[in-house]
């Protein structure tokens, strides 16, 4: 059963970064945006695979709590780095990515002729390489941590 475990997490691991894959190539994308409708339509299509991201988190947590007890793997730290650096990288992740595509929102919806100069200043406020560091250096790290369980 352990093995099962471990097949499913690994592959809500490939869920999630297939869907979140979607909604960081939006985020690079809408840098370079300027039409009001191209806007939307990748926020409508960042906002349609947050369903996927979502389940496949939920159950990557899951099944790795899971293979963390069937494995007897709690008592030892790389298990307990692993986990604080998911939901470190989660939480960073969530609230500026979110925060982000929330200002272009509002901005969207801005009286016409504040619009143009609404949608600039939130486009150009996102982060998208710092936010592509951290996820990927969080999930380098937590990779070696489960894969080599150093401590």
């Known amino acids: 059963m352990y093995s099962w475990v471990i097949f499913l997490h690994v592959l809500s691991v490939l869920g999630f970064l297939l869907a979140h894959g979607s909604s960081a190539a939006v985020m690079v994308r809408l840098r370079s945006e300027c039409e009001p409708a191209r806007i939307q339509a990748l926020l409508d299509l960042s906002q349609?695979?947050?369903?996927?991201?979502?389940?496949?988190?939920?159950?990557?947590?899951?099944?790795?709590?899971?293979?963390?007890?069937?494995?007897?793997?709690?008592?030892?730290?790389?298990?307990?780095?692993?986990?604080?650096?998911?939901?470190?990288?989660?939480?960073?992740?969530?609230?500026?990515?979110?925060?982000?595509?929330?200002?272009?929102?509002?901005?969207?919806?801005?009286?016409?002729?504040?619009?143009?100069?609404?949608?600039?200043?939130?486009?150009?406020?996102?982060?998208?390489?710092?936010?592509?560091a951290v996820g990927l250096g969080g999930l380098v790290i937590i990779t070696w941590l489960m894969w080599f369980k150093p401590f």
């Open 48 to 132: 349609a695979v947050s369903g996927l991201m979502n389940a496949s988190a939920l159950l990557l947590l899951i099944t790795g709590i899971a293979g963390g007890f069937m494995g007897a793997w709690w008592g030892r730290g790389w298990i307990w780095a692993s986990l604080a650096l998911l939901i470190a990288v989660g939480l960073v992740m969530s609230v500026m990515g979110r925060l982000y595509f929330e200002r272009l929102r509002r901005a969207l919806v801005q009286a016409p002729d504040a619009r143009p100069a609404a949608l600039t200043a939130a486009r150009d406020s996102g982060q998208p390489v710092l936010l592509a």
